[in-house]
Nanobody, 124 residues
Framework: QVQLVESGGGLVQAGGSLRLSCAAS????????MGWFRQAPGKEREFVAA????????YYAGSVRGRFSISRDNAKNTMYLQMNSLKPEDTAVYYC?????????????????WGQGTQVTVSS
């Protein structure tokens, strides 16, 4: 089992940047593919980005590609999401998640472990 704690959320103006962190504890961090999801008010949770266990493959939703960057530091058991050129429609609670095994990194159902989420609010 792994425990996940997100941090770094906050209020930012449109066009600004934030960096989210996800700290992991418990089982060996390096075995997990890690992902970021988000849920806006009144909407379903959606995939944002994912990174494989050794960090050499990344995946992005079309809405954030080119603006967001996912990375991980396995020595620190931490994953990051650098968010640039933020838009009001990026406003959501952002969750980090962990998975092992096969299947799609884009699918919420493939992730077993979840953090509590961190709020990101982008003002216009």
């Amino acid at each position: 089992q792994v425990q996940l704690v997100e941090s770094g959320g906050g209020l930012v103006q449109a066009g600004g940047s934030l960096r989210l962190s996800c700290a992991a504890s418990g089982r060996t961090f390096t075995i997990y593919t890690m992902g970021w999801f988000r849920q806006a008010p009144g909407k379903e949770r959606e995939f944002v980005a994912a990174i494989n266990s050794n960090g050499d493959s990344t995946y992005y939703a079309g809405s954030v590609r080119g603006r967001f960057s996912i990375s991980r530091d396995n020595a620190k058991n931490t994953m990051y999401l650098q968010m640039n050129s933020l838009k009001p429609e990026d406003t959501a609670v952002y969750y980090c998640a962990a998975r092992t095994g096969g299947g799609s990194s884009y699918q919420e159902s493939q992730y077993r472990y979840w953090g509590q989420g961190t709020q990101v609010t982008v003002s216009s």
